[in-house]
């Protein structure tokens, strides 16, 4: 009964080769997250979908891309990942109603990236 | 620019025991909601409980309640009869309220890592 499901678990890439990281959700959501969490640090927003809307956080870098091809899926791309990329990264979701603030957000268990 | 504190980078606690987690933020905004999310190792950040700044009773679920200090800016977690599955990385987290909270993000405390010990 997995409701935020991210794959890979752990990837490896090499400097400067893209890498794709997936996450989907069983839970109908409106809006869709992904976050960024290098070791001992708090979850920073990269950007997030309202549906097909999408909203990037001003200090994203344009390294860092997202799709969102339906309701289900969304994509993280890094087009030229960096030795300083490597992190866990955290897909999450939230229904997206009226009251936005205070929805809970359903994380996926993150994929750790790996930069070699 | 709102920012979340946790000044405890990792905190101890007896099994069946009471351990408090502290959270401070900074906001000019008199609206917002405050979260504390917990993350087990391995496994998802999962909500444990959640605050409306314009509500006065502190908020609880089951062994977790919060102290909300709205003068101080101060948000702490009260685990009460601590288990063995409460260890995990607890984060605290703000999110303004402005036009129902759809402009805001959750801005993430660095987290306080809570052991228990049997």
């Known amino acids: 009964d997995a409701m935020v499901i991210q794959n890979p678990r752990y990837q490896v890439t090499q400097f400067g080769k893209p890498v794709t990281l997936s996450c989907s959700q069983t839970l109908n959501h409106n809006v869709m997250y992904w976050y960024q969490q290098k070791s001992s640090q708090a979850p920073k927003l990269l950007f997030h979908?309202?549906?097909?809307?999408?909203?990037n956080e001003a200090d994203t870098p344009d390294n860092f891309q997202s799709r969102r091809p339906n309701t289900s899926f969304c994509f993280l791309d890094i087009r030229s990942p960096g030795l300083g990329d490597a992190a866990m990264y955290l897909c999450a979701t939230s229904r997206g109603g009226r009251d936005r603030g205070l929805e809970t957000q359903y994380f996926g268990p993150g994929t750790r990236l790996l930069v070699l | 620019a709102q920012t979340v504190t946790q000044s405890q980078p990792e905190m101890s606690v007896q099994e069946a025991e009471t351990v408090t987690l502290s959270c401070t933020y900074d906001t000019s905004e008199s609206d917002y909601y405050l979260f504390w999310y917990k993350q087990p190792p391995s496994r998802q950040m999962i909500l444990v409980i959640r605050?409306?700044?314009?509500?006065?009773q502190n908020a609880t679920e089951n062994r977790f309640s919060v102290n909300f200090q709205k003068a101080a800016k101060s948000f702490s977690l009260k685990i009460s009869d601590s288990q063995l599955g409460d260890a995990a990385m607890y984060f605290c987290?703000?999110?303004?309220?402005?036009?129902?909270?759809?402009?805001?993000?959750?801005?993430f405390g660095k987290g306080t890592k809570l052991s228990v010990k049997p």
């Open positions: 979908y309202y549906d097909k809307d999408f909203n």
């Open positions: 605050q409306e700044a314009y509500k006065q």
């Open positions: 987290a703000y999110r303004s309220a402005v036009n129902g909270g759809s402009q805001g993000n959750l801005i």
